[in-house]
């Protein structure tokens, strides 16, 4: 306010009528409508101005004129201002939202910037990003609240959403500041909750809960508790910020009091109303109680419980919940009993009553059980599950049964009755002193155990012993006594065993006694018969089938009388003294049938330190085989005994391991069935050691056409010696091919007995053996059988062919295109195969000059199994060394001998050029070619040699470097005159290396698209006269031209219809590219450019050769028009022979600045030059004459229009 300050625009140019511009007058009052004040501004840049010392409030007027050198402007129209700042920022404040509108007020704590708050402007917005520009509402000075409507913001519901609003004063100097965005969900408060619940108590707290109940799109922020003082007094307040709580302890409350409780939710946008009023006590529910049953039948469960803690409030009942699975029980209003004495501490449950267990009973089944009190803070947590089964104790268990005793003990079995479907805990063991005293009591808690065992027992008293049955329910009544006498039995007798049979019905059997009689002499033996193993095919063990005196101990049993022939007798046998019978033997099974025949044996094969013996049983006599038992001796003679036992009765050899190699060993075998073993069979002879190893199939040792001589191996001997050979032959086929495989003859020895294998025609160390008589080519089959002292082994037959090894190779050469500077290429002719069929060959080699003939043959040739084709690279060579090589030839037969030496090369013909171009021509005419030199392959290039050929008429002429080893030719740049070499006409070429290696292959024929391309042609000449078209300027556009070439010269050489012109262009001379042309023929080109834009370009012509003329010089050419005209303002001549011209600037520069001017008075005859800064020109002219005068305007396109007019000169 205690400035104001005001702005313009500066004039131009046409503002100023082209004069000089000298500043500013800036005019003001005083605030009071008085006179104008002039200040005046020489800084003509200056287009703002301030007044400072005003008075707050008061409106000042302003104006300005501009001054420039030809004088000053009328003043401007006046603007009127404040003397006031904006006013400060507000702060906008919500008053109240719903979901369909939000009410905002705003106070200016500020400035109000010196005078009068006008207005407000309110700007709202739907993201807080943007905000309109014209404010969303304007408000009167005096406004209370402003209401946004949210259910059509910008024409869209956007109701429950957030929004932004600022506010702003307005006062006489505009608009003020905006204030600090507000950020309000148009939502309503959140509904009035539930009232809360209680989740618990204890004697000083009570729990409640509590939840929302519509939070109308806003976000939940806190809840407020409410507690009175338990005496309807003041409410205390506790705030809860986590939105995510849903229940509220408090504490500290007095036990026994009744607390009310109230909630408001809270919410973003506001609080809601009080929830109804809960009261709650704080007092905790009952303790769990503990419960157990004090008894139970088959119908009814006694249960009871033991209370807990009542929580501070007397217990006044119990619940009794029921269940049958322990997992689904009632819900807590829905006890199975009520009890409503809190006194009364336990309930008869029916099992039989089914409105108790939903439609069904339970008798002899597990029920679950909890029980829960109730006081006033409510009903308590239930009590743990307890499990019962609704059964009665047990059955009375039978009286115990003696099993065995000794001089100090009994023991006796027991088993229970009746368990009413309880489970089974064990048992009571309980026994007296053996003089009718008081019982003793032993708890057995195994229920698998159905014996027990009494020790520290007095011999000959007589004790008592009975049993209780243990259940889950409870205990059964005492079984009935059993009364022993201690005393030992006797210890069981030796398995029964076999001592004879007869006829196949009858079998003998004995025993024997080696334990103890338990102190009481053996009286007698009780024998026990039966046909199975299983417990009740036994008799009673007082009553066995037969029995023996005391010093009888076998017995013949007649099968028949037990319906068992030929068929197992099961015997068991037990000693009989005066305590009682002992114990039973183990049972023993025999087949009753006579014993079996022996066996048949026969020598089965052998090794150095093995023999293998082969058997077949005789007659079993319908019994089970159960084993063969061997025996053997030591090989010197000794003693047989008993070997081993083979139990595999599919089995019918054994295998004697570990023996001495070459003796002779005498074995025996016998026959084990259900009866008995058998009687040993005669005595076998067998010798350690094996026939021969296979041996492996003959082979040639040499051969010729109609001879072959054989050679084989000795085989292992397999411990015994080789005693000799035989040789079989298979003749070929009728048609020449392979024999049947099966012997025809029997060459070697020829004699003797082939299955003797110590026959004197054998010859143990005869290992070759030569047939002939045979026909050339023909194969022929051959076996070896090899004897020694045990047997014979034949080999796989041989398939021979009646043929010699190859003749030498002849024909041996390089192949200088297969080789390269590391390489030989080689090939050779194949040689007479006598007969045999081609392996393949091996070629031999030696290190290089000086160096001697390898022994082994080169591996890299790789045809040793490749009869053809006849070619092979010999690779891994030093470049150019000369080598010494030779070669055989390999057929079915063997190698053949070694071929005369060969010296080659480690080369080849130079490499095929690459490189070759058409680097120059001339209409003398010539052509010059450029290549690099190839890689020699290893021998040095002497030469090169070409082929030219005109492209139209397809004739070639050939052109040679002439060099000889001697004197070599090494350029790889050729110029070619003659060879009918035509100016104008295109021609190709190709070269190729000459080495001692041979001619290389043709390069690729020269190319016909680089230039020169092989045409016989001069450059062109450069395009002349290269610039702007001679066709009127245009801005936008730029034409360019040149004159076109004319004549042969000219051209290079060629016809005019063979060039073409390139035309490149760019902002920067070192950056341009070429112009696409319409025609590449034309001598013009055109293309639309920017007005106002500068560009360089230059062309050069190319004639059919490819063959480009020097560049041009550069052209720099704008895109623009000659300018519009430069009007003349009216002439005036005031003094005597001169003439003063004015003219306006043209409007229109052509698009490329003006740079100056041109007049003259004799229509052009003369002209004179004016800067593009003046725009008056004084003439001297002839005084009293009537003269024209003209002026133009110029650019760097051109001149424009000329303006004229005639006047008479004063005089």
């Known amino acids: 306010a205690r400035h104001t300050g005001i702005s313009w625009t500066a004039p131009s140019t046409l503002e100023l009528h082209l004069g000089l511009h000298r500043g500013t007058k800036v005019q003001f009052d005083d605030g009071a409508g008085g006179p104008f004040t002039i200040v005046t501004l020489t800084d003509t840049l200056q287009v703002q101005y301030t007044k400072t010392g005003v008075s707050a409030g008061q409106t000042y007027r302003f104006r300005i004129q501009t001054v420039s050198e030809s004088g000053e402007s009328l003043p401007s129209s006046i603007l009127s201002a404040v003397a006031a700042s904006t006013p400060d920022a507000p702060v906008v404040s919500v008053v109240s939202t719903s979901n369909a509108a939000i009410d905002y007020s705003a106070k200016l704590l500020g400035s109000t910037g010196g005078t009068p708050i006008l207005s407000w402007n309110a700007y709202a917005s739907g993201d807080g990003v943007t905000y309109p520009v ?78 929302t109940n519509g939070l109308n799109g806003a976000h939940l922020t806190g809840f407020k508790v409410y507690t009175d003082d338990g005496n309807s007094g003041p409410w205390s307040i506790d705030t809860i910020t986590d939105t995510t709580q849903r229940s509220f302890t408090k504490y500290g409350l007095s036990p026994g009091l009744s607390y009310r409780f109230k909630i408001q939710v809270v919410s973003e946008v506001g609080t809601s109303a009080f929830s109804p009023i ?67 501490n336990m309930q008869a449950v029916s099992c039989t009553d089914p409105t108790k267990w939903d439609g069904v009973t339970v008798q002899l089944q597990y029920v679950f059980f909890r029980v829960s009190g109730i006081n006033l803070a409510g009903t308590g947590v239930p009590s743990n599950s307890y499990r019962w089964r609704c059964s009665d104790k047990p059955g009375a268990a039978n009286t115990p049964l003696k099993v065995s005793g000794t001089a100090s003990s009994v023991t006796f079995s027991y088993a229970p009755t009746q368990l009413n479907n309880a489970i089974h805990m064990g048992y009571k063991i309980q026994y007296d002193d053996g003089l009718s005293g008081p019982y003793s009591e032993v708890y057995v808690t195994s229920t698998s155990q159905s014996e027990y065992t009494v020790a520290g027992l007095t011999a000959g008293l007589p004790y008592k012993f009975r049993v209780i049955v243990v259940s889950e329910v409870g205990d059964s009544d005492a079984s009935g006594i059993l009364s022993v006498v201690v005393g030992a039995d006797a210890d069981p007798p030796s398995p029964a065993y076999w001592e004879a049979s007869f006829n196949n019905q009858q079998i003998t059997v004995g025993w024997t006694f080696p334990g103890s009689d338990g102190g009481v002499p053996v009286t007698g033996w009780n024998i026990y018969i039966a046909d199975s193993f299983a417990e009740e095919s036994w008799p009673d063990r007082a009553l066995p089938q037969q029995t023996t005196t005391a010093g009888q101990m076998s017995a013949v049993i007649d099968c028949t009388q037990y319906n068992l022939f030929a068929r197992f007798v099961y015997i068991k046998i037990a000693a009989v003294t005066g305590a009682g019978i002992g114990h039973y033997s183990p049972a023993t099974r025999i087949f009753c049938a006579n014993q079996p025949d022996a066996p048949a044996v ?32 030591d090989g010197l003679g000794g003693a047989l005994t008993y070997r081993a036992t083979v139990e595999d009765t599919s089995q019918r050899y054994y295998t004697a391991t570990g023996l001495v190699t070459d003796r002779v060993y005498l074995t025996q075998v016998t026959v084990v069935t259900t009866v008995s073993e058998s009687a040993r069979s005669t005595p076998l002879e067998v010798r350690s050691c094996g026939s021969p190893s296979t041996p492996a199939a003959p082979g040639r040792l040499t ?42 003859q029997e060459i070697y020895p020829g004699a003797g007995d082939p299955n003797d294998y110590t026959d004197p025609s054998l010859v143990s160390n005869q290992l070759t053996y030569q047939k002939t008589g045979l026909q050339n080519g023909r194969t022929y089959g051959f076996f070896v059988r090899a004897y020694n002292a045990r047997g014979y082994t034949d080999s796989e037959w041989a398939y021979i062919k009646a043929a010699a090894e190859p003749a030498a190779i002849t024909i041996m050469s390089q192949e200088s295109f297969a080789s390269s500077s590391t390489s030989i290429g080689l090939s050779w002719k194949v040689p007479n195969l006598q007969s045999g069929t081609a392996v393949g060959y091996k070629v031999y080699r030696n290190e290089g000059v000086g160096t001697a003939m390898n022994q082994y043959p080169d591996p890299t040739c790789g045809m040793e199994t ?87 008429t397809g004739t070639k002429q050939v052109w040679s470097g002439a060099g000889t080893a001697s004197l070599p030719y090494t350029a790889t740049t050729v110029v070619l005159t003659g060879l009918g070499l035509i100016a104008g006409e295109q021609f190709k070429f190709r070269v190729a290396g000459v080495n001692d290696m041979g001619t290389g292959v043709w390069s690729a024929w020269s190319s016909l698209t680089d230039p020169p391309r092989g045409f016989a042609l001069d450059a062109p000449l450069t395009p002349a006269n290269f610039g702007r078209h001679s066709d009127p300027a245009v801005a936008g556009r730029i034409k360019l031209g040149w004159d076109a070439i004319t004549t042969v010269v000219d051209a290079g050489g060629d016809q005019i219809t063979g060039i073409k012109y390139e035309v490149w262009g760019g902002h920067l001379q070192t950056a341009m590219s070429q112009r696409v042309m319409a025609s590449d023929t034309n001598n013009y080109f055109e293309e639309i450019i920017p007005a106002g834009q500068k560009v360089y370009y230059r062309a050069r012509s190319v004639n059919s050769g490819g063959i480009p003329s020097a560049w041009s010089a550069f052209v720099h050419i704008p895109s623009a028009e000659v300018p519009a005209q430069a009007v003349l303002r009216p002439l005036t001549s005031t003094v005597a022979g001169q003439v003063i011209m004015q003219w306006d600037v043209p409007v229109y520069d052509g698009s490329s600045p003006i740079t100056g001017y041109e007049v003259s008075k004799d229509n052009w005859a003369n002209k004179e030059e004016v800067l593009n800064t003046e725009t008056e020109y004084t003439f001297d002219a002839d005084a009293g004459a009537t003269v024209t005068f003209y002026v133009r305007a110029l650019n760097s396109v051109g001149a424009s229009a000329v303006s004229q007019q005639t006047i008479l000169v004063a005089s």
Do not use: H
């Open 134 to 211: 014209t404010p969303s509402a304007s408000l009167a000075a005096t406004f209370s609240t402003y209401t946004v409507d949210c259910t059509n913001f910008g024409g869209v519901n956007r109701g429950e959403q957030y929004f932004w609003l600022k506010m702003a004063a307005v006062n006489d100097a505009g608009e003020g500041g905006i204030s600090t965005a507000v950020k309000t969900r148009c939502s309503a408060v959140p509904d009035t909750p539930l009232a809360p619940g209680r989740v618990s108590s204890t004697a000083n707290s009570v729990t409640i809960s509590f939840d």
């Open 602 to 633: 026969s020598d089965g094969s052998g090794s150095p330190n093995s023999v293998t013996i082969n058997f077949v049983e005789g007659a079993l006599n319908g019994a089970e085989l159960l084993a063969f038992k061997v025996y053997m001796n």
């Open 703 to 744: 051969s010729t056409n109609n001879r072959i001589t054989l050679q084989w191996v000795a085989p292992a001997d397999n411990g015994c010696p080789m005693t000799g050979y035989r040789v079989y032959m298979d003749e070929p086929a009728g048609d020449g091919g392979l024999g049947d495989g099966v012997s025809d």
């Open 866 to 952: 490749n009869p053809a084709p006849q070619t092979c690279t010999i690779t891994g060579l030093r470049t150019g060394e000369t080598y010494q090589i030779r070669m055989l030839a390999i057929n079915d037969v063997g190698e053949g001998p070694l071929s005369d030496i060969a010296t080659m090369k480690a080369a080849s013909v130079p490499a095929t050029i690459d490189t070759l171009k058409n680097t120059a021509s001339d209409t003398t005419p010539s052509l010059t070619f450029t290549w690099v030199a190839p890689s020699s392959q290893g021998s040095v290039i002497y030469n090169y040699v070409g082929e030219l050929e005109n492209v139209a």
């Open 278 to 344: 809960a009261t709650y006590v704080s007092a905790a529910t009952p303790d769990p109680p503990l419960i157990y049953v004090g008894s139970s039948t088959n119908a009814l469960i006694n249960l009871a419980w033991t209370p807990g803690s009542d929580g501070g409030s007397p217990i006044s009942g119990w619940l009794v919940y029921g269940s049958k699975d322990g997992v689904t029980w009632k819900p807590a209003n829905e006890p199975q009993y009520i009890i409503s004495d809190g006194s009364t």
